[in-house]
């Protein structure tokens, strides 16, 4: 049997159709665009160019395309990357079309016909007897600013890519054993225990003198600075803060505010005569906030509404406010904490930063060595998490759901290397390893394993070996078309 009634042979698998479809309607939507003068290269192909125009009505396409689908103008940056995008789609073409010539790929006449007749059908010029429809093919022609050479050379070039791609996927096969594997492989679930060690878990327990601060300091002095600038808006510029508690009583149907202004004015009276303020929000008031004895908690003043800091004006620390009527209430407020506003400057705060950079250089060596010498010996003699052992560092085991080595790794669970090491140990076995992923160490016990269904793999093999020959079919060609490019003169 020849190459090519191998291809057609091989092209009978639904799998196979779906991608040599997706294939040349790929192609077709890349290349097809106006024939004009082609002045600058782009970029050349073993000596082959690929000119201005051609990349210009093709990128041009591709920013509709996009923008269509995000209903919005691209960025600059975007539109940078497209356009690469479409340059490398380019040079991707080229190769291929040249390595169809090397193979000595043709397209015939009957074949070139099929295909006009085929996407004819798909974008309305042919009918589905295959009859085209001359007044329509030309319309459709006309729109794209394309004559019937350049039309029918586009098809061919797009049906010499296919049959090259067609060339590649006659190869790649997969045996009986190797699908079972895979398939085993992929339907197999494990659920794993594991505890998360963090470095910063451990610096509350590394001692730094003053001796060590002052010799960091002179090393790295520098550095504390950098880290101050960076870090002066979040960490070291305190902005002015109020603790306020609140008694809040709220207007009831029929009621207006000044109702409650005699009520109000007698809290006011037993506070000023030194009651304690907590004790009357917990009875009186009518806020969320009566819990807590009406306090509101310290918050930045920028933070709190502005109508509560008109209230409060200028009352000093441990005053109380007069009372004050809204809209569907009267409240008073207690000012517990006033802290103005204030920024530390380095030569306050540079000790600090030394101590911890020095915590942070330390910790990570403490972390591995409590997860190797101390976590991971005491799980594998008892069968199970050493709960006061965690508990005595701040940490606590936690457990994923059942997943699969190829499915992604949870958010904040472990890295991937664990579910994929889990994958093939027993129920209940602890991980004889510590996992490092991002500066945090991971110990971890299988806690629930399900096997694959070799009874559901049986009655679907067929449907289970097309899903697996599609992928290794499109992963192949990738690979195949990378190496392609790679080794080719691109300029």
């Not at 395309?65 to 940078?80: C, N, V, Y």
């Not at 295959?130 to 329509?136: M, N, T, Y």
């Not at 054993?177 to 610096?203: C, D, H, M």
């Not at 591995?368 to 991971?376: G, Q, V």
């Amino acid at each position: 049997m020849g190459v090519l009634e191998s291809m057609r042979s091989s092209s009978d698998s639904t799998g196979m159709q779906v991608i040599l479809v997706l294939v040349i309607i790929s192609f077709v939507g890349w290349m097809a665009m106006p024939q004009g003068d082609k002045t600058m290269p782009v970029a050349r192909v073993n000596g082959v160019p690929i000119m201005d125009t051609e990349y210009r009505q093709l990128y041009s396409n591709a920013k509709a395309e996009r923008e269509r689908q995000i209903d919005g103008p691209l960025s600059a940056e975007e539109e940078q990357s497209l356009g690469e995008q479409v340059r490398q789609q380019l040079i991707r073409n080229e190769v291929l079309l040249q390595e169809a010539q090397a193979m000595g790929l043709t397209v015939s006449n009957y074949e070139l016909q099929w295909e006009i007749i085929r996407t004819g059908q798909y974008v309305g010029y042919a009918d589905e007897d295959g009859k085209l429809d001359e007044e329509k093919y030309l319309r459709y022609l006309t729109r794209r600013g394309l004559t019937k050479g350049a039309w029918e050379n586009q098809l061919m070039e797009g049906l010499l890519l296919q049959k090259v791609k067609q060339l590649l996927f006659v190869g790649t096969t997969i045996s009986e054993p190797v699908l079972r594997k895979i398939y085993e492989s992929n339907q197999k679930k494990v659920a794993v225990q594991y505890v998360r060690i963090r470095p910063s878990a451990f610096f509350s327990t590394i001692e730094v003198d003053d001796a060590a601060i002052d010799a960091w300091l002179t090393e790295k002095e520098g550095l504390a600075k950098e880290i101050y600038d960076e870090e002066f808006e979040r960490r070291y510029k305190h902005p002015e803060r109020m603790n306020l508690a609140m008694i809040r009583l709220a207007a009831q149907g029929d009621e207006k505010p000044a109702d409650l202004l005699p009520r109000m004015n007698r809290i006011r009276e037993e506070l000023v005569g030194g009651a304690d303020f907590a004790t009357l929000a917990r009875r009186w008031s009518e806020d969320p906030s009566a819990g807590q004895g009406g306090e509101m908690g310290l918050k930045p003043v920028l933070k709190i509404a502005v109508d509560v800091t008109n209230a409060v004006g200028d009352t000093p620390q441990g005053e109380i406010t007069r009372v004050i009527p809204g809209d569907t209430d009267v409240r008073i407020y207690k000012v517990i904490e006033r802290i103005e506003a204030k920024e530390e400057s380095f030569d306050e705060v540079k000790r600090a930063i030394a101590k911890e950079e020095i915590r942070k250089e330390k910790a990570p060596a403490l972390a591995a060595e409590f997860a190797s010498k101390e976590l991971l010996p005491a799980w594998k003699a008892s069968g199970s998490a050493p709960l006061d052992m965690l508990t005595s560092k701040g940490l606590n085991a936690q457990s994923t759901r059942l997943m699969a080595a190829t499915d992604p790794p949870p958010p904040f669970g472990p890295p991937a290397e664990v579910i994929a090491k889990a994958a093939d140990l027993p129920q209940g076995t602890v991980i004889d390893e510590v996992f490092e992923n991002g500066g945090v160490y991971w110990v971890a016990q299988v806690s629930e394993r399900q096997d694959a269904d070799l009874a559901a793999f049986e009655a679907q093999r067929e449907t289970i070996r097309n899903q697996e020959l599609l992928t290794r079919r499109s992963q192949f060609l990738e690979n195949w078309i990378t190496s392609r490019v790679a080794a080719s003169d691109v300029k």
